[in-house]
């Protein structure tokens, strides 16, 4: 039976899910494992691991390469009660979902098999493999059609049943022209699934445990298997590099179709680049060419101007950024504020309505509200070993192209003349000049270029 995707509920259920990520990835060229490569900013293994758990997975277990303790690291970083197991032979799909064994002999009422090179794959699609149990099937196979099938599993139907998955190399040639393909996701009745992936062998074009073979394991036994279907581009898997990067277009298309339909408005949104966990509030402008990192939250109504770069930074509401600015991590801007051209800010606290508009660097400061930071500020915030903060009180207003040598505070509505290097802190509504004095000599450029006169000059 073909099914549509639904929305699931399963409640009650408790279900377990096994993620593949031993795979080699050779393709990839990497020194890093092929699933720890990142799609908008995270890790296809964080990915599918967060999409699991938000279809409801209350248990997880991944299975990893031998010696990949980065791998594991990572998993357990995600999820920390997560079972880690180690394929060492890579014998097949099958064989690799039974070396978690235990975590299935447990005890579960669903398990959900997923590869973790497939990061584009929907929380509700795998909601609907769940739901497609609740409705009875012993196996549920995510089923795609194929513009290309080549070199896929073909899933093979008699009237509205999956009778079988045929691996490419395995199928004949009428096989071959089914365009209905495994998309290599499954999902299996916990009481049923230890029994079956056991009885898979490996008499087949490659010697493999495959996966697929629960299907017709699991009609011989006279339980059902049914298909639930999804959008190609979201099964879409990733080999090398070439795929990574059309894994990243399609997951940036979808968040960045999912902030406009949320109230964001993107002026050219191909050039707009989001993390999966970025935050943008109703009515932010976002102008051409923007990058967001991981971790960035945008209030309502803010203006992020073209070519800036925000990462780990919350952007308070009204505010205005850019053009050309940067936020790393731990600035923190605050409503209505602006923070203008070839602006740097970290680990900075910039409060409500201040305005700190061209060419500065401010780390490890606190600026009050309403502050004004004057063009080539610089705040000397590192001596080689540690970081010192610099305190700049509301209403302050510091004089262009001064350096504050922190760890410094500049009271309350002081004032620090331009070209200052500040190494003492300021009282509030003091003034601090911290420059040489102007020395004026009259008549002696006329002087000097007299005493010139009739000499050859040096060319520049
Ligand atoms: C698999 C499916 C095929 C489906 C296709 C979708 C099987 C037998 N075939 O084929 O029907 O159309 O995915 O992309 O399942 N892995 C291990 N250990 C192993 C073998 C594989 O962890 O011993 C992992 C791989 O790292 C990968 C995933 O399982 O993430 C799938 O393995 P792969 O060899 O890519 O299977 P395909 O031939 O693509
Ligand atoms: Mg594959």
Redesign the pocket.
């Known amino acids: 039976m073909t099914r549509p995707m639904t929305n699931p509920s399963a409640p009650g259920a408790h279900c377990l899910a096994v993620i ?5 990835g050779t393709r990839m060229k990497s020194a890093r494992p092929k699933v720890l490569h990142e799609v908008a900013g995270r890790s296809m293994l964080a990915h599918v691991l967060a999409g699991v758990m938000e279809a409801g997975a209350d248990r997880v277990a991944v ?1 990893v ?1 031998p010696d990949r303790a980065d791998v594991n690291a990572q998993a357990l970083r995600l999820a920390p009660s997560a079972l880690v197991f180690e ?1 060492r032979e ?4 099958a ?2 979902a039974l070396r978690a064994r235990d975590a299935m002999a447990a005890g579960c009422d669903q398990v959900l098999i997923v ?3 497939t990061p584009l794959i929907r929380p509700q699609t795998y909601g609907a493999l769940r739901a497609a149990l609740q409705d009875g099937a012993s196996v549920a196979v995510l089923g795609f059609e194929a513009r290309d099938p080549t ?3 073909r899933l093979l139907r008699e009237a509205d049943e999956l009778v079988a ?1 045929r ?1 490419h190399k395995d199928a004949t040639e009428a096989e071959r022209a089914v365009t209905l ?4 996701v499954m999902a299996i009745a916990g009481p049923q699934a230890l029994a079956l992936l056991e009885r898979v062998g490996d008499d087949n074009a490659q010697n ?1 445990f ?3 073979d629960v299907v017709a394991l699991a009609r011989a036994a006279g339980q059902k298997a049914v298909v639930v279907l999804a959008p190609e581009d979201e099964v879409m ?1 990733v080999n090398d590099r070439v795929q990574l990067a059309a894994a990243e277009a399609a997951m940036q298309t979808r968040l960045r179709e999912a902030a406009m339909r949320a109230g964001v408005t993107m002026i050219a949104p191909q050039t707009t680049f989001l993390s999966f966990d970025t935050q943008l509030g109703r009515d932010v402008l976002i102008e051409p060419h923007v990058f967001f990192g991981p971790g960035v939250s945008v209030g309502e109504g803010a203006v992020i101007h073209a070519s800036s770069h925000l990462e780990q930074a919350h952007v308070s509401a009204g505010a205005s950024i850019g053009p050309f600015a940067r936020l790393r991590p731990g600035a923190r801007i605050g409503a209505r504020a602006k923070i203008g051209n070839f602006v740097e800010i970290k680990a900075s606290d910039i409060g409500e309505g201040a305005a700190v508009s061209h060419l500065t660097y401010l780390g490890d400061a606190t600026v009050g509200a309403k502050a004004n930071i004057g063009a080539g500020t610089i705040t000397c915030n590192y001596d080689g070993f540690d970081k010192f903060r610099t305190h700049i009180g509301a209403g302050a207003f510091i004089g262009s192209n001064s350096a504050l040598v922190a760890p410094l505070t500049i009271g309350d509505g002081a004032y620090v003349g331009s070209g200052s290097v500040v190494t003492q802190s300021v009282a509030p509504d003091s003034l601090a000049i911290a420059r040489g004095r102007q020395v004026e000599k009259p008549g002696w450029a006329d002087d000097f270029r007299k005493s010139h006169e009739g000499k050859p000059k040096q060319r520049p």
């Open positions: 593949l990520a031993a795979g080699e299975v390469g394929q890579r014998l097949g799909t064989h690799a590869f973790a090179d070199g896929y599993g998955i691996e393909c495994n998309a290599g493999e495959y996966l697929t898997g």
